[in-house]
């Protein structure tokens, strides 16, 4: 690992709530690429605090606003031109490593508002290489007076006004260690996607019930080559559709309710 003599300019952010075993893999993947490290934690009672403490990080409590706003109070409180931000669940690659050093150390770091990289998932046994689960391309380095966080309570996304750079690498993702992490997930993303179709206006579509699972499984599975990832790509494309499924049927549930609702005023 191609380590710096002295770091970057740059903050490492992260949001954390009892992630001591996770958090501690993540940390030591950062190594030598930040000068200072943020941790926003909404409460952790397993030892991520006395951790965070431990590595030098300066933690500030913060109840959960969601993920978009969480990570946007991160942003605000890093004092470095640079913020790399990550989640406990994320690790740096070695190669990535070495990217985010040279970055810096060739002076691209001078040119660009940010910089992004692949984000691999690790499932069932194996790491995910194809599908609708890779490339899973991220934002995270970014200059801090050219970056805002958006999104929503369930998600969110970094944006820079700027150019961003593609780095060689991956960012490792341990984000679903069993099915039922997956499973658990499914229901907040579908209340979420629902929300979001009711400010938009739109409302249930069987044809969009059906087919929308069906296209997301034939191109997880058959165009982005999911099924060179064995079992665990199709389990992956087969959950997909299955969620999106549920996301849709959210609508149909809701026109259901409000017919009764009015049948019961009556």
């Known amino acids: 690992m191609n380590l710096l003599k002295e770091p970057p300019p740059v903050s490492l952010a992260i949001t954390s709530y009892n992630e001591v075993r996770r958090l501690a ?17 909404s409460g952790s009672t397993d030892g991520t605090v006395d951790l965070a403490k431990a590595s030098g990080a300066i933690v500030i409590a913060q109840e959960w606003l969601g993920h978009s ?3 946007q109070v991160a942003l605000d409180h890093c004092t470095q031109p640079w913020v790399l931000i990550l ?11 070495n990217s985010i050093s040279g970055f810096f150390e060739s002076g691209d770091a001078d040119w660009f508002r940010g910089a992004c990289f692949n984000r691999k998932v690790f499932f069932l046994g194996r790491w995910i290489n194809h599908g609708d689960w890779y490339p899973d391309t991220k934002l995270r380095l970014v200059r801090r007076e050219n970056a805002r966080m958006e999104g929503n309570a369930a998600h969110d996304t970094v944006k820079v006004d700027g150019s961003v750079k593609h780095l060689r690498g991956d960012l490792l993702h341990d984000s679903y260690p069993t099915i039922q992490s997956y499973l658990d997930k499914i229901g907040p993303f579908a209340g979420d996607f629902f929300e979001r179709q009711q400010r938009a206006g739109k409302s249930w579509s069987l044809a969009a019930n059906l087919l929308r699972p069906l296209w997301r499984f ?24 299955f969620s999106v499924f549920v996301r849709y049927s959210r609508g149909y549930e809701h026109e259901v309710r409000t017919g009764n609702d009015a049948l019961d005023s009556r």
């Open 25 to 41: 893999k993540c940390l030591a993947s950062a190594a030598g690429l930040t000068r200072e490290i943020i941790v926003i934690d």
């Open 69 to 71: 706003a969480q990570k």
């Open 218 to 241: 034939i191109r997880a599975y058959i165009l982005r080559l999911g099924f060179l990832d064995g079992f665990p790509g199709f389990w992956i494309a087969y959950a997909t559709a």
């Open 87 to 97: 989640d406990c669940d994320e690790e740096i690659s070695e190669e990535l490593h």
